[in-house]
């Protein structure tokens, strides 16, 4: 009974392009890839990034929308209308909507911080102003506000529950006139965020130092743990492993070209990770500032970088907007996987599953708001050995993700008939030479990575060896 709900469709594959882009553009890209590559020492991490999208992520991406569009469903109902009612597949469907509710959980609290970090630039908390005279707050303060931040928990909880507030709202629109509809303002306004900011960084004298960071590959400085991250950050970038992407295939129409559009997707969400170094790390070298700095490079150096510059409030502004702007099309996809599986399995409307999951993710996100004001939640820590939102964050990244896209390319590989996985790639492509390599890439290359970069992350295999 559940499937007489008319389902959503995309209107156009360039909307498809833009909300699925919108997914996959978010904080993994400028606020995780910018440390990342500068704890690894830059170019050689990016060299092995960009192989790891190209050989990993865009195969698994492929699948994702060939599995959904060829099944018109969200994960659980997929699964189920390919193998059957008691497959055990339909696990991995719930597996991946399990997983979709707890990221969003902690990544609502991250993109809250955009939320606050935007309001401080609006209300000149970095350039103080005395009598009309805007000057830069001491360094030392900057820094520490972020410290401050994050202990407080009420902040925390309040942006959440705003930033969760605004991600219901458009999921409850629907497909097009929700999703479809705010992908195409904010794409395209964060790329001319993106673009104007980049203007500005070419400007900055440590332009040149920051190519050469990102650019020039210096052998000695990539370890072991940097291409398990490598790997890592391509799959998380890409919105891979939870059927985020499977999802948002299904509501593709049967006439556009799977390839073209998966590639555009990568090369969209690439650049954009290139581009907010390109921001980053000229404006951290033109004020001598270390490219390790860690999660906190976005939200401390940044804007102790930027209180220096002409025009800072502006530019803080159009930073953290960029931020949040990013971070909400990726929550976006997020709860649609939940909601539109909910609605396929339990038969709930559109309104009544995304107010429901929408509060449980909303409530569930509350230990992670508070994770860093110790309190009540200190002997979780006790326990666990790290927080809660560390955990949240942990579980999914190293364990649910992993699995997920490993289990993803095993069904579209070797699982899914020959037929319906040829035909969905090969509609309306002009690549379809690229079928074979596509499949056998997926069958072996695919599975044997992730299984040798999980074993990694977990710590089962231990990799001083590689050292
Ligand atoms: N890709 C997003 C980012 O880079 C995060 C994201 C959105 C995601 N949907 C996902 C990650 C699904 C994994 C799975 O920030």
Not at 116 to 122: A, D, E, H
Not at 124 to 151: E, K, M, S, W, Y
Not at 300 to 308: E, G, H, V
Request: charged share 10%; proline share 4%.
């Amino acid at each position: 009974m559940t499937q007489e709900q008319p389902r959503g469709q995309w209107a156009s594959r360039l909307g498809f392009v833009l909300a699925a882009g919108g997914s996959a553009v978010g904080l993994g890209n400028i606020w995780r890839f910018p440390y990342a590559t500068g704890q690894n020492g830059g170019a050689l991490f990016v060299l092995v990034y960009l192989g790891c999208v190209l050989v990993i992520g865009l195969p698994i991406l492929i699948a994702e929308i060939v599995i959904g569009r060829h099944a018109h469903r969200a994960p659980v109902g997929a699964f189920i209308h390919i193998k059957g009612e008691d497959s055990a597949w339909r696990i991995i469907g719930w597996m991946s909507v399990v997983s979709g509710f707890i990221i969003l959980s902690y990544y609502s609290v991250v993109a809250g911080w955009t939320l606050n970090y935007t309001l401080m630039g609006i209300t000149h908390f970095f350039t103080p102003c005395v009598d009309n005279v805007c000057a830069p707050r001491d360094p030392q303060q900057i820094q520490d506000a972020f410290g401050t931040l994050v202990a407080a928990g009420d902040i925390n909880v309040f942006w959440h529950f705003v930033f969760m507030l605004v991600t219901v709202a458009i999921v409850l629109g629907g497909v097009q006139r929700g999703i479809e509809a705010w992908s195409r303002f904010l794409m395209p306004a964060l790329l001319i965020i993106l673009v104007v900011l980049m203007a500005d960084a070419v400007l900055q004298p440590g332009f040149g130092r920051a190519l050469g960071f990102l650019f020039a590959p210096r052998f000695d400085k990539l370890t072991a743990d940097g291409v398990l991250q490598a790997l890592g950050q391509s799959f998380f970038t890409l919105s891979l492993g939870l059927g985020a992407m499977l999802t948002y295939g299904s509501y593709l129409s049967k006439q556009s070209d799977i390839v073209g559009a998966s590639t555009t997707i990568a090369v969209l969400d690439t650049a954009v990770a290139l581009l907010a170094c390109l921001v980053v790390f000229p404006i951290i070298f033109s004020f001598s500032m270390e490219p390790e700095a860690g999660p906190g490079l976005v939200f401390k150096s940044m804007p102790i970088a930027l209180s220096m510059m002409p025009g800072s409030t502006l530019l803080t502004i159009l930073f953290f907007g960029l931020l949040f702007f990013a971070a909400l099309t990726s929550a976006i996809s997020l709860l649609e996987v939940v909601v539109a599986s909910v609605m396929e399995q339990v038969g709930w409307t559109r309104f009544r599953a995304t107010l429901v999951m929408g509060t449980l993710i909303f409530v569930f996100g509350i230990p992670s708001a508070l994770a860093g004001s110790g309190g009540v939640f200190a002997s979780w820590s006790k326990i666990f050995g790290m927080n809660f939102f560390d955990t949240m964050d942990h579980l999914s990244v190293n364990w649910l993700l992993p699995i997920g896209g490993f289990f993803i390319a095993l069904f579209a590989g070797w699982v899914m008939p020959e037929d319906a996985r040829r035909g969905e790639f090969e509609a309306g492509s002009k690549a379809r030479f690229l079928y074979l390599p596509w499949l056998w890439t997926l069958r072996l290359v695919v599975p044997v990575a992730i299984l040798v970069l999980w074993l990694f992350s977990v710590g089962i295999l231990s990799h001083d060896w590689l050292r």
